[in-house]
């Protein structure tokens, strides 16, 4: 069975654009969560979806956002990006997210400049 | 809010040393207690988990007992390979809105060496 697939993996951008970044849950996974890990602030949770409905928001401003497709393919969205979004985004996948065991992926590295 | 407390890293161990990862939570309730291994370049494994007091999670010669009176989830090993050598990260969830969100500490970078 073919695990939480990420692209991409490495990503350059400058200050002010945006950036879309994409997750392939585990074939049967309904459940997609995100997660920000930085070496100052470590892991954070941004959102969860779960039937193509957001169920779990972190405590991130607006200009991150996410969706869930039908297949629960997951897109997750940064605005206007800053410096302070460089980060490993992390993506995670389970069968309904109430506490089943979460599989990671191996992330997109974003940074920038 | 709920946070969980790490032992700051790196630990570095001789190869067949034995592991402690010290880990505290504060949380409102009673949640369910997660260890998660990140190697090199790589996303984050569930390596064992506890959902109750007194529960004892394992895998892989690792073990966690979940511990309501000192709110503690100390990860051991009893004898480390250089195999073992990623960064460990303890966390905790409840149940929110139906759907599940880990709070993680700041993980423990463990370095075994030959």
């Known amino acids: 069975k073919a695990g939480v697939t990420q692209t991409p993996r490495y990503l350059i951008k400058t200050r002010g654009q945006q950036v879309t970044l994409s997750c392939s849950p585990i074939?049967?996974?309904?459940?997609v969560s995100w997660y920000q890990q930085t070496p100052g602030q470590g892991l954070q949770f941004l959102f969860e979806y779960f039937s193509e409905t957001q169920r779990n928001k972190g405590n991130f401003p607006g200009r991150f956002s996410g969706r869930q497709f039908s297949n629960s393919r997951s897109e997750m969205n940064v605005s206007t990006l800053e410096l302070g979004d460089s980060a490993l985004y992390l993506c995670a996948s389970s069968v309904t997210g109430e506490q089943s065991p979460l599989h990671f992926g191996n992330g997109t590295r974003l940074t920038v400049t | 809010g709920n946070s969980v407390t790490q032992m700051e890293g790196p630990v570095t161990l001789s190869e067949e040393a034995f592991l402690t990862i010290n880990c505290t939570y504060t949380a409102t309730g009673y949640p369910s207690l997660f260890w998660y291994v990140q190697y090199p370049g790589e996303g984050l494994q569930l390596l064992l988990k506890a959902t109750k007091a007194d529960d004892k999670g394992s895998n892989k010669g690792f073990e966690a007992t979940y511990r309501k009176e000192t709110t503690s989830f100390h990860l051991e090993k009893g004898s480390v390979q250089v195999s073992d050598s990623a960064v460990y990260f303890c966390?905790?969830?409840?149940?929110?809105?139906?759907?599940?969100?880990?709070?993680f500490g700041t993980g423990t970078q463990l370095k075994v060496e030959l």
């Open positions: 074939s049967g996974h309904r459940s």
């Open positions: 966390a905790l969830s409840f149940i929110t809105g139906g759907g599940n969100k880990l709070t």
